[in-house]
């Protein structure tokens, strides 16, 4: 499975992005998908993730402004992001994981994709 993130871009403070993760291959609807984010000079972090039945995790730095959904007929999960800072500026990845990603262990994901630019601006 090969995965593609897009729908990045420059926003201001307090405004909304969703990005999307499309995937190639077979039996997406069987894995589980996590999103991460690196901004520079920082290590990649995960913002959260969302199981091959549709539960759900997220890092505290991001819960209940972000929200991850998915659509299995369209081999695509979302990150929809409300009340973006200045904070949330990062290269944003998406990655086929296991479901253990619900727990934020990130062992399991592979198949990363290229990523997607979120510039916040104040």
């Known amino acids: 499975v090969q995965l593609q993130a897009s729908g990045g871009g420059l926003v201001q403070a307090g405004g909304s992005l969703r990005l999307s993760c499309a995937a190639s291959?077979?039996?997406?609807?069987?894995?589980?998908v996590g999103w991460f984010r690196q901004a520079p000079g920082k290590e990649r972090e995960l913002v959260g993730g969302?199981?091959?039945?549709?539960?759900?995790y997220y890092a505290d730095s991001v819960k209940g402004r972000f929200a991850i959904s998915r659509d299995n007929s369209k081999n695509t999960a979302y990150l929809q992001m409300y009340n973006l800072k200045s904070e949330d500026t990062a290269a944003y990845y998406c990655?086929?994981?296991?479901?253990?990603?619900?727990?934020?262990?990130?062992?399991?994901?592979?198949?990363w994709g290229q990523g997607t630019q979120v510039t916040v601006s104040s």
């Open positions: 990655s086929i994981c296991d479901n253990r990603i619900l727990s934020a262990q990130t062992d399991g994901c592979d198949s």
């Open positions: 291959g077979d039996s997406f609807s069987m894995y589980a």
């Open positions: 969302i199981g091959w039945s549709d539960n759900t």
